[in-house]
């Protein structure tokens, strides 16, 4: 007959007991785990049910037959987007102006969340944030009907009020000129979107602790010094995660900003298009959904490998500032 050691003894009571905390601990968080079922709902019904839709990327989709009961259509329906005689362009585009906007609206945020943590009177301060958060809650729609307020050639303020006071009479068709819209467009999504950009990095500096600030004042250290050495540092670890998760849509673009603002122009083609412009265009005038889907997916795998790479080399020099 075997023994049981005193070792073996001791290991029974001890399962039963960690068996019993983690059914206490399961009692006493569930109705936070009740509270989650409606957000995990709609997490699973909105974002990952639909994953099952990337088969329609390989399809050459017949509504007659379903999407499982199309044919295969293999990589065809990548093919408009790299054999394209616009597909440099609208790469480019893409690319060149969301790492300007990430960079811009990354530096913008954070010096008005910096301004912000100034102000003491908190009636200040939410009258502020409010005013600089408003613009992110306009439609794209209406903020097209602002700026063709300002840009149109007959009636916008630019050409009838403003550049009359600069001494330029002859207005500029501002819709038909390419080269300004590069600058229009990221005074637009700035305007938009830093306001509420900035609101992550102020709540960082919130959780500041003061003593470090006044350690710095008794130094003599002046107010530009104690940003770069104590506030820059310290909030370093969410800017860096910020700019992670903005990462992973490089390769998207705001389709309001790029299709709305620019009303579609084709004369803007050269600097506005981009591939969430140039593949719905592309589906209102031939239909396939395949092209549509496998555009999807492609701009969503490359997101995919730019955060799994850039975090990967954010963790190998500091472990603490990485997404994951």
Known sequence: MNQISPANSTALPQTK????????DYRRYSPL????????????????????????????INFAKGIFGSDWAGLKNFEYLFKTSDAFIITRNTILYNLLFLGLGTILSLCVAILLN???????????????????????????YLV??????????????ILPMLGIEEGIMWYAEAK??????????????????SIVYFAALLGINEDYYEA???????????????????VTPVILMMALLQ????????????YQVTLNS??????????????????????NMGMSAAAGLYQSVVGFVLVITVNYLVRRKNKESALF
């Open 17 to 24: 007991s960690e068996k019993k905390k983690k059914k206490y």
């Open 33 to 60: 785990l009740v509270m989650m079922i409606p957000g995990l709902l709609y997490l699973l019904i909105n974002n990952y049910l639909p994953m099952f839709g990337v088969v329609i990327a390989f399809k050459e």
């Open 118 to 144: 100034e102000i003491k009177q908190k009636v200040f301060l939410r009258t502020y944030q409010a005013i600089i958060s408003m613009p992110h809650l306009i439609s794209w729609v209406i903020i097209s």
């Open 148 to 161: 063709y307020g300002f840009l149109s050639v007959e009636n916008g303020l630019i050409n009838r009020t």
């Open 180 to 197: 300004f819209w590069p600058v229009i467009l990221t005074f637009v999504d700035q305007w938009k979107g830093v306001g509420y950009g």
């Open 216 to 234: 710095a004042r008794i130094d003599g250290a002046n107010r530009l010094k104690q940003i770069i050495y104590i506030t820059l540092p310290i």
């Open 247 to 258: 990462l992973g849509r490089v390769f998207y673009s705001d389709f309001g900003l790029f």
């Open 266 to 287: 084709g004369a803007l083609f050269e600097t506005t298009a981009t591939i969430d412009t140039y593949v719905f265009n592309g589906l209102m005038g031939s239909g």
